[in-house]
């Protein structure tokens, strides 16, 4: 018999599937709302024009292939800490980050997940958002954390539950890891105000949490990348540690890079 006969089919993922559906759709009215991408007027696939200039420009320079440092290249690593912290930063400034390129959201996250596995010895509990993204739940449970819950959304009114969400935050263990998204909750597309992200701080500082920011949307949001990473630096200014996975599919159009 083969090796692999006990390996069953995994299923099929629910978001994707609804692309296949939709090209499958003769109908002329159809709009895909699974994928969130870039599109143009025609519902066809649209790269960004500052995204076709980089690809120009990197041809020109015809570039090797050789192998990147462990870290990944490290202008890269760098510009991006610098959009995410800002160029202000004292953290950014004083150099006290430590940034390893990885494969966008999904491969950043995954790393983060080891990392923390291997090296945070405090606690295996993290707690996500309900709801939060779909991807988030496995990487983690496979990485071997424990997986928790607070409440974030009331899908009563559509909007944030703030009340449900600190009091449950209040009540997270010292030194457990919380999940935020920075900007443009996925899915619930419901952020903090800054005056709520404020308390949220306060509350996960006094609880001496660690906070695993997940930022996928950073100017996609607001419109403004300083706007969209303002928890995540306001959350640095406090003195509170945090992990960061930084990812360009959305606010470039990068997907499939």
């Not at 912290?85 to 990885?102: H, I």
């Not at 709520?196 to 100017?219: C, H, I, P, S």
């Amino acid at each position: 018999s083969s090796w692999w006969s006990h390996v069953e089919m995994g299923p099929p993922d629910p978001i994707l599937g609804v692309t296949e559906a939709y090209k499958r759709d003769t109908n002329s009215k159809k709009m895909n709302l699974g994928v969130g991408a870039y599109r143009d007027d025609n519902g066809k696939p649209y790269v960004l024009n500052c995204v076709r200039k980089a690809e120009a420009m990197i041809a020109a320079k015809k570039m090797d292939k050789e192998y990147l440092p462990i870290g990944g290249l490290a202008d890269f690593t760098r510009a991006s800490a610098e959009l995410a912290l800002g160029e202000n930063s004292e953290a950014f400034k004083s150099g006290r980050y430590v940034t390893v390129q990885g494969i966008s959201g999904t491969g950043s996250l995954r790393i983060g997940a080891n990392f923390l596995q291997r090296f945070f010895k405090a606690s295996r509990d993290v707690y996500l958002p309900k709801p939060s993204w779909g991807n988030h739940t496995p990487i983690f449970r496979d990485a071997g954390m424990q997986l928790q819950a607070y409440r974030y959304y009331d899908p009563k009114t559509c909007s944030l539950d703030f009340s449900g969400a600190m009091d449950d935050i209040s009540k997270i263990p010292e030194k457990s890891i919380i999940l935020l998204h920075a900007c443009a909750h996925n899915p619930t597309g419901v952020d903090p105000r800054q005056e709520q992200w404020k308390e949220l701080a306060a509350t996960v500082k006094k609880r001496n949490l660690l906070v695993y920011f997940d930022m996928a949307y950073q100017g996609f949001a607001s419109g403004d990348i300083n706007r969209d990473a303002w928890a995540v630096r306001h959350f640095i200014e406090q003195g509170i540690n945090i992990v960061l996975s930084q990812s360009f599919a959305k606010n470039m159009g990068l997907y499939g890079e």
